[in-house]
């Protein structure tokens, strides 16, 4: 008794806790949190609910929402009483109520044919499952009892039509042993596409089957009606499908009938019926199709069908276990309208078929009794027709024929293709033309096939595009086709090939390919070829008239390509070989490792390939890509091997005469060049080769040598790739080129250095070293410095990139140098940099020196008169839709300790800071010391903000206490300066426009020079070496000699009294020694820059003008034409000299200087103002005086 209380106070608790924890997994808000819970591992199945309730007899569901590739379901409530003890207990699933409410499927994103698959997949069911019913065993007795399923789907309508909504109803039960329970399904689909042939379809379906007590079917039939709505089918319109599986008397009968009605007439479409004995898999049937378009066309919702019609018959058998089949029948028909299916096939038109056959298959072999099949378009275009029956072993190592009597198995004749029927099944290519012709028979015996010509391809008119581009134009093809099937091999052949075109380009040849049955074995390939071809290749090249030929025996495997023959040769319209490639021995080209082995052992010659002389002028791709002229002499490579490394060798120097490239107006920019070359291949693989062209050396017509270089590229799987680059260039002859006129300045120079790159997996790096040496000005003789450039570029595995260039000038122990410096990354955004320019000491005279190498004017031979040409419209410039900057962002610090010109200009500290960022380009800061006293500075600030003028230039400038006379002394030593002052500067300036050319284009400003004391010159003749008197004295003596008398000789003292002064009055303004100067000029919008105000004041002179440069385009500002009118008033000498030339008008300013009658002007430019025809007019006027 005591063991037996602990005993059952243990399985008292025990049974409390089953009982808690079946009441927990009973409780709703356990359920949900568990299937959540399940959910949450398979984020993939996008379902969620509301709320979850289940029992033991009953389940709720309600909130549903399901997702899956487009397809939403959402289900407001479903209920379901069963009983779960009758399951666990008797196995009998029993369903007495199944309730779903507030269904709705949108499936606009789903192909709209998936329904009807399913349907047709459904329907088909009982006829290819012979024997269904027989084999159908449930686990477990089923009985379900009522079930009411409703909701709305709605279904994507096609390109251009309104979604189509379908409501729709599910009810029925009554599903029990020993009695027939059915489900009955009502719909409606309607199309609200407006004019829609079809409104709406009517779906009404019933679905019966009756299972037995010992949990099988004995009968299972479907009903589908569907009935069509629209203003064109008032007296109905109605597709019913039924099937049906039933057993009795040990008979099981299947049958499937679609059947129309249409104004009250019924037809069928299709009919199958089959019978086999019960529990048996083996029977027979038949089948029956009359269908046309106009009796299912509106069940797909007025979507348009092909027009049709077909009919047909047959019969067939099934023995399940012995894997057997027969099929006879007959089938032909029409079809039209294609175009319903695809735009593409609007060019095939009405077809008509015709087809009989008789087919049958067992586990052994495949038998074809007969087929014929014809195919006719507007005339018969293919007919297939067997010639005895086939039969095809299954069971053998390779398939075995076999066929009772002789001759040929089947024939096949292709009577009128049109090539508009190919065209739909042709991607990116637009083929027509005539038609397809040609005719084959099939023959064959054991494991042998073949297919035999008995007449050949043709093709008329064949015409090719691609892209509006004409490839083949009216060409015709004939050809001989045939194949071959062996147990071991597989043989397609091509014989008397014949391509022509009315253009006369020709192309024949024949091929021959060999595949072993074994698809990874070795195909090999045998063919030659011959084409003459005037015109077919224009469209690819502007090649000209070639001719080609060739020939190759070769196999093809996975692993190596062997090459027992090859040759192939080029040439022109006259015959004139251009390319020739002739092997010399077989060869074997590994295709994993790229290495080429020869047939025999050791170093050995494979190949050889030859350059034929070519006259550059005379051949058109030539000419397309350069206007070149020059000659190409002959030269042969050879072609070797050894161990795997291939070596292609000139065996002489390439040479090329007389080399000329024409620039945009026709004149030479290289004239006349000779190039001698030794150009070299050396490949052992992917990662070991070398390209060098060994020593190069290019001469000018006069055989002086400009340019000796060398380059090479080589690859090695340790270093990977290097390249060097070496040149030796002598200045002065490189002058007589035209593209390189700059240099012409020089008596004397070389330049020399080197360029070297590397390549290892994402690291890059390229530097180079560049000596500029000997280098003599002709103009004095005058030696330059030495320069040495010197540059490096890399990128580092992780994307960083780095720049430097180091520039450093040596003249006698005085350098000068400056750096560039740049570091920057790429990253998703753009390239973020910093960057910055320095140097210690630059001597401007050298810079400018070297400088003018480059920017020296090219003499151009004089060209031939030209003919007027009609002024172009010019084109609209388009805005930059993003800053010519875009991707680019970062920083540019500019510091150059010293920069002088001579002993008299020196700057030093110069300084900047630019910036660049998304939508503005600024330089924040520049400045620097001139001479220890004057200070620059400048700012300029360009923003992109779109439109139609995207770009805005803003800026300042100024210049305080500026030695211009000392800085003008620098500059041209040779001259006196025509300002020798302490000057001030200060300006502004802005502009706008589409792109960066138009924006400084337009770029607008002013600035004010103002001194207080100092020199002007502006006024200072521009030669002293005859006076005014001199000239005028020689005038009139020799107007004396012509006329004598004492008049003229007292008229020639008197002129020689006025015009000394003249010279006098030239002397007291050339040079002004002023109190106050003022400037103030403005660039107008016709780029001129126009002088608002001059204003000179001296003790003896005060001078006020206005003028302009003439902008002219390509010339530096201070070289442009200058014009200035000026009014001049004076006090003391020069008032005096004015008042012995009677010039001045007898009035005074507001500040006392006596006025000039005449206006003054000053021509010339800037760097060279010429005041002579003031003088010139003083002295002229004085003359007239006294002759009058």
């Known amino acids: 008794m005591k063991l037996v209380r602990p005993l059952l106070l243990t399985l008292a608790i ?62 407001e409530n479903v209920e379901a009483d069963f009983s779960a003890w009758q399951f666990l207990l008797h196995k009998h699933v029993q369903v007495d109520r199944l309730v779903a409410t507030g269904i709705a499927v949108d499936a606009t994103q789903l192909a709209p044919a998936r329904a009807s698959q399913a349907v047709g997949a459904s329907a088909g069911a009982p006829v290819v499952a012979p024997g269904a019913l027989g084999r159908i065993q449930l686990p477990y007795t089923l009985q379900v009892g009522e079930v009411q399923i409703a909701g709305r789907a709605t279904l994507a309508g096609g390109p251009g039509r309104a979604p189509l909504t379908v409501d729709f109803q599910l009810n029925g039960g009554g599903i029990a042993p020993a009695q027939e329970g059915s489900l009955l399904l009502k719909a409606k689909i309607v199309d609200a596409t407006p004019a829609a042939t079809v409104t709406a379809l009517r779906v009404d379906g019933r679905l019966a089957v009756r299972e037995t007590v010992d949990r099988s079917f004995d009968r299972a039939s479907l009903m589908l009606a569907l009935d069509a709505e629209g203003p064109q089918f008032s007296d109905g319109h109605q597709l019913k499908l039924t099937a049906g599986m039933e057993s009795a008397a040990g008979q099981e009968n299947l049958t499937l009938a679609l059947d129309t009605q249409q104004a ?30 106009a009796q299912i066309e509106a069940f797909f919702l007025g979507r348009p069908l092909p027009k049709f019609a077909t009919n047909g018959s047959g019969r067939f058998t099934f023995n399940a276990p012995a894997h057997a089949a027969t099929l006879q029948g007959e089938l032909d028909g029409n079809v039209a309208a294609l175009e319903t299916l695809d735009p593409t096939l609007r060019a095939v038109g009405a077809v008509r078929f015709q087809t009989a056959f008789d087919l049958a298959a067992d586990r052994d072999a495949a038998r074809l009794n007969r087929l014929q099949l014809k195919l006719d378009g507007e005339q018969p275009v293919l007919a297939l027709e067997t010639t005895r029956p086939i039969a095809l072993s299954l069971g053998q190592t390779a398939p075995q024929i076999a066929a009772p009597g002789s001759g040929p198995l089947a024939k096949l004749t292709v009577q009128q293709l049109p090539l508009a029927w190919v065209r739909p099944f042709v991607t990116g290519l637009d083929v027509s033309g005539g038609f397809v012709r040609g005719e084959w028979t099939l023959e064959g015996q054991g494991s042998e096939m073949q297919l035999r010509p008995t007449s050949p391809l043709q093709i008329d008119s064949l015409t090719v595009v691609q892209g509006g581009r004409r490839l083949v134009d009216r060409a015709a093809i004939s050809v001989q086709t045939s194949a071959s099937v062996a147990p071991t091999r597989v043989t397609a052949a091509m014989r008397e090939l014949s391509l022509r075109t009315p253009a006369g380009d020709s192309i024949s040849g024949e091929a021959e390919v060999e595949m072993p049955a074994d698809a990874t074995s070795a195909l090999t390939v045998r063919g030659k070829f011959a084409a003459d071809l005037p015109r077919l290749l224009e469209t690819f090249a502007p090649v000209g008239h070639v001719k080609l030929q060739g020939d190759i025996d070769a196999t093809l495997s996975p692993q190596q390509a062997e090459v027992r023959s090859f040759h192939a040769a080029l040439a022109d319209g006259a015959d004139r070989q251009l390319l020739s490639a002739v092997s010399v021995q077989p060869s074997t080209l590994d295709l994993k490792t790229l290495q080429l082995r020869a047939a025999g052992a050791g170093a050995a010659e494979v190949a050889r390939l030859k350059i034929g002389a070519m006259d550059f002028a005379a051949l058109p791709f030539v000419q397309a890509v350069l206007p070149l002229r020059g000659q190409l002499l002959a030269s042969e490579f050879k072609v070797s091997v050894d161990a795997g490394r291939v070596a292609v060798l000139p065996l002489a120097p390439v040479q090329l005469r007389e080399l000329t490239v024409l620039g945009e107006t026709k004149q030479p920019r290289v004239d006349r060049v000779s190039i001698a070359t030794s150009p070299s291949l050396e490949f052992a693989g992917l990662g070991e080769w070398k390209i060098a062209t060994g020593e190069t050396t290019l001469s000018n017509r006069d055989k002086a040598v400009w340019l000796t270089t060398a380059a090479e590229v080589k690859a090695t799987e340790q270093d990977g790739i290097r390249s060097t680059l070496t040149f030796n260039a002598d200045l002065a002859a490189l002058a007589a080129q035209p593209a390189f006129a700059a240099a012409r300045v020089l008596a004397t120079g070389r330049a020399s250095g080197e360029i070297r790159g590397a390549l290892a997996g994402k690291a890059v790096q390229v530097e180079g070293r560049t000596t500029l040496n000997n280098l003599t000005l002709r103009d004095g003789d005058q030696p330059l410095p030495v320069a040495n450039l010197n540059f490096r570029a890399a990128r580092s595995p992780d994307g960083r990139l780095s720049f430097e260039a180091p520039v450093l000038l040596d003249r006698l122990g005085q350098r000068s140098d400056i750096k560039l410096t740049v570091e920057a990354v790429r990253r998703s955004d753009g390239v973020l940099f910093e960057a910055k320019v320095a140097g210690e000491h630059l001597d401007l005279a050298d810079l400018v020196a070297l400088a003018a190498l480059a920017g020296a004017p090219v003499q151009a031979a004089a060209a031939p008169e030209s003919r007027p040409v009609a002024a172009v419209a010019a084109r609209p410039v388009e805005p930059d839709a993003r800053p010519f900057w875009r991707g680019v962002r970062g920083e540019l610090t500019l510091d150059v300790k010293s920069i002088t010109r001579g002993k008299d200009w020196a700057m030093t500290g110069l300084s900047g800071f630019v910036v660049l960022d998304e939508q503005r380009a600024a330089v924040q800061q520049l400045q620097g010391l001139i001479n220890e006293k004057s200070r620059l500075g400048a700012r300029a600030d360009l923003r992109f903000s779109g439109g139609a003028t995207p770009y805005r230039l803003t800026g300042n400038f100024s210049l305080t206490d500026f030695d211009a006379g000392a800085a003008l002394k620098a500059f041209d030593p040779g001259k006196p300066p025509t300002l020798e002052a302490i000057v001030t500067v200060a300006g502004g300036f802005s502009g706008d426009g589409a792109n960066l050319d138009q924006t400084i284009d337009r770029t607008r400003g002013q600035f004010q020079l103002t001194s207080r004391q100092g020199i002007f010159r502006g006024l200072k003749r521009t030669s002293e070496k005859v006076s005014v008197a001199t000239k005028a004295v020689d005038a009139v003596a020799a107007l004396g000699s012509l006329f004598g008398g004492d008049k003229m000789k007292g008229v020639a003292e008197k002129v020689a009294g006025q015009s000394y002064q003249v010279d006098q009055l030239a002397q007291s303004l050339g040079e002004i020694q002023f109190d106050q100067l003022s400037i103030r000029a403005t660039r107008d919008d016709a780029l001129n820059l126009r002088l608002d105000e001059l204003a000179l004041l001296s003790p003896e002179v005060r001078l006020i003008g206005k003028g302009s440069v003439t902008h002219v385009a390509g010339k530096p500002l201070l070289d442009q034409p200058l014009s200035v009118s000026y009014s001049l008033a004076a006090r003391g000498k020069v008032e005096q000299l004015l008042g012995k030339m009677r010039v001045l008008d007898g009035t005074k300013d507001d500040l006392g200087y006596s006025k000039m009658k005449d206006i003054g002007t000053i021509g010339g430019t800037l760097s060279k103002p010429d005041p002579s025809q003031f003088f010139l007019k003083l002295a002229q006027s004085k003359l007239s005086d006294f002759l009058n």
């Open 14 to 75: 025990l049974f409390a806790l089953v009982a808690l924890a079946i009441g927990v997994a009973l409780v709703p808000a356990v359920q949900q949190w568990a299937v959540r819970r399940a959910l949450a591992g398979h984020p993939e199945l996008k379902l969620d609910f509301a709320s979850l309730s289940a029992g033991p007899s009953r389940a709720r569901l309600s909130g549903v929402r399901f997702e899956q590739q487009g397809l939403v379901v959402a289900v």
């Open 264 to 293: 009250g007439k019924s037809a069928n479409v299709l009919k199958i019926a089959s019978s086999l004995p019960t529990g048996k898999l083996e029977g027979a049937g038949s089948w029956e199709l009359h269908a046309t378009t």
